[in-house]
């Protein structure tokens, strides 16, 4: 059978650019095989966000089948750049900083790999945080403690627990994180088909959960004019409403008292002038809450939603086309900083088929999976939790539906799942990038070891108890304008250097690779202005589209401007 990659024949071992954690996985390494690499795929994609991700597109007014065929086609079209980036990192043995110089230049690649570690010290921390907080529901679980509120000592040990364990796999290398993904992979398939029969028993069928998600389809406040709102409250399987009260609020002051809701009522039409002024009244938006009675007699009501005029506005924009591109590209964007780094993974694959096979099945089917899992239980939590009164009532995170379980052993089972999919995921998504992307910076004086050490310290050092929902959209933006570099990559491996790399120049600081001063200046306008290109659609209105699709548009402008630009070498 030919050989599928390329050795390294040359000593560059005293190369300052040059150590045992960068340079290329011999043959007697390559251990990975189709399944090891598919299970890598269930090990990441299994996690709180896909469990998610179909709920933002239901919310929107898109079907469940659509937000999963969405879901789908954008991880089958992500995963074919996946394998293509993937493709040197077999062939060559080479992780994403030493790929990276091909085409940025042995010192410009410290610009995009750095943004990278930086993204995913930022997730490194908050899911470090997340499973911190579920080593603690255990803790509270076991021993019958309360929760007290705010931040808590038990919560900071826990965070430094679940910390200690995520450093035990990067101290152990890569063997052991191989052995981390098969051993969770299994069990993670297994508790999703466990909550799919548990949603599918316990609401009394299959067919009557999935109608349920009509009723989430619809949004809960829905703008019919500018002085008129229509709420539609969930309704039990016999078609009668739960709800059997409604009250508006602005600023804290009753608009309307307690107003009772008729069972067989198909939606309650508000109509106050003051609608569309909501931020009238001590600057703050109008509120509606339902109100129902339970069985024992006692009341419970629901979260109040905001009347916001914005969506009068915006859903007139677009239409179902649009709302369906726009999701497209954010599930596409989901998985941009994988893309980029995928070869410090496959580089231990043994072969191309293997890489291949292993990303197609690994990362399309799990992530339907999951969403799936997803769209389901919360329909299933519709069915079978009556203070559901409204669709933004729905426990639409698997953390708000543990919290409605009473017996502690549900509750300590469910967690250490969760527990197993934060690890996996936080491992091999959050960990491998950074630790290469630290030790390429000194690769003499920075091990793969160091490098996971800082990246775990950085992921303390931004302080994930405070800043956890104000550092995730930043995290979010940064990952849609990377897309230029995988263009620029992609570019120059496949179109400029035809799969040809000159595999011990890499490693030279005056090489082939050098370009001006370690820098390589198309690779460096490309970046700018393909993350130009999507900016501007953020400063100009009509050009909205651009920033809208900003991880299509950078890699297409990257992806041009680099190809040309390199003509003449």
């Known amino acids: 059978m030919k050989e599928e990659f390329i050795t390294l024949t040359e000593d560059v071992s005293a190369s300052p650019l040059y150590s045992a954690d960068l340079a290329p996985v011999p043959a007697d390494k390559r251990t990975w095989n189709t399944w090891h690499l598919a299970f890598v795929w269930v090990g990441m994609a299994v996690c709180i966000p896909t469990y998610m991700l179909a709920s933002a597109m239901i919310k929107m007014g898109m079907s469940w089948i659509g937000a999963l065929c969405v879901i789908g086609l954008a991880n089958l079209v992500i995963t074919i750049p996946m394998v293509l980036n993937g493709h040197a990192g077999v062939k060559y043995g080479i992780p994403f900083p030493v790929l990276g110089r091909s085409a940025f230049g042995i010192y410009g690649i410290h610009v995009p790999a750095l943004l990278r570690g930086i993204v995913a010290c930022g997730w490194f921390g908050i899911q470090t945080w997340v499973g911190g907080l579920a080593c603690y529901a255990i803790w509270n679980a ?3 403690g309360i929760d007290p509120p705010g931040l808590n000592l038990g919560e900071f040990v826990s965070f430094g627990v679940f910390w200690v364990v995520n450093m035990y796999f990067i101290w152990k290398g890569t063997e052991s994180i191989k052995w981390l993904e098969e051993f969770s992979a299994p069990i993670l398939i297994l508790m999703g088909i466990a909550l799919i029969v548990w949603g599918a028993t316990t609401a009394g069928g299959f067919g009557i959960v999935l109608d349920q998600s009509k009723q989430l389809e619809t949004q809960s406040i829905e703008w019919i004019n500018e002085s008129t709102v229509a709420i539609h409250p969930i309704k039990n399987l016999d078609g009668t409403n739960r709800a ?18 008729a069972p067989n009522e198909a939606a309650i039409t508000v109509q106050n002038d003051m609608l569309l002024k909501a931020e009238n009244v001590n600057g703050t938006k109008a509120t509606v809450t339902l109100q129902a009675t339970g069985p024992d007699g006692k009341n419970f009501q629901s979260v109040p939603v905001t009347i916001d005029p914005s969506n009068l506005k915006t859903s007139q924009f677009g239409g179902t086309l649009w709302l369906y591109i726009l999701s497209f590209t954010g599930m596409v964007g989901f998985w941009a900083t994988m893309s980029l780094s995928i070869a410090d993974i496959t580089r231990f694959t043994k072969t191309q088929k293997a890489q291949v096979r292993g990303q197609f099945i690994g990362l399309p089917g799990t992530m339907m999976l999951y969403s799936f899992v997803g769209i389901f239980v919360t329909c299933a939590a519709v ?6 009164l409204l669709a933004d009532d729905a426990p639409w995170d698997p953390v708000s539906l543990l919290s409605r379980f009473e017996s502690p052993i549900v509750v300590i089972l469910a967690q250490i799942m969760m527990l197993i999919a934060t690890l996996s995921t936080n491992i ?16 003499k004086h920075i091990s793969f070891k160091t490098g996971g050490t800082l990246t775990g310290i950085i992921g303390i050092l931004i302080c994930p108890w405070w800043l956890m929902n104000d550092i995730s959209p930043a995290l979010v933006f940064v990952s849609g304008l990377l897309g230029p570099v995988l263009g620029i990559m992609i570019a120059d491996y496949f179109v400029v250097r035809k799969k040809e790399l000159q595999l011990a120049e890499l490693f030279k600081v005056k090489g082939a690779y050098t370009y001006s001063a370690g820098f390589n200046l198309v690779a460096v306008a490309a970046m700018v202005l393909g993350v130009g290109a999507a900016l501007i659609g953020f400063f100009v209105p009509s050009l909205e589209f651009l920033y809208k699709l900003s991880w299509f548009t950078g890699f297409g402008v990257a992806f041009l401007v680099y190809v040309i630009g390199m003509r003449k070498h």
């Open 244 to 261: 059997t009260a409604y009250q508006m609020n602005y600023g804290g002051n009753l608009v309307s008292p307690w107003t009772a809701i």
């Open 428 to 443: 091999a998504a959050n960990v491998i990038a950074p630790a290469n992307a630290f030790s390429n910076l000194s690769p």
């Open 142 to 144: 076991a021993t019958g």
């Open 383 to 388: 069915v079978n939790f009556k203070d559901v």
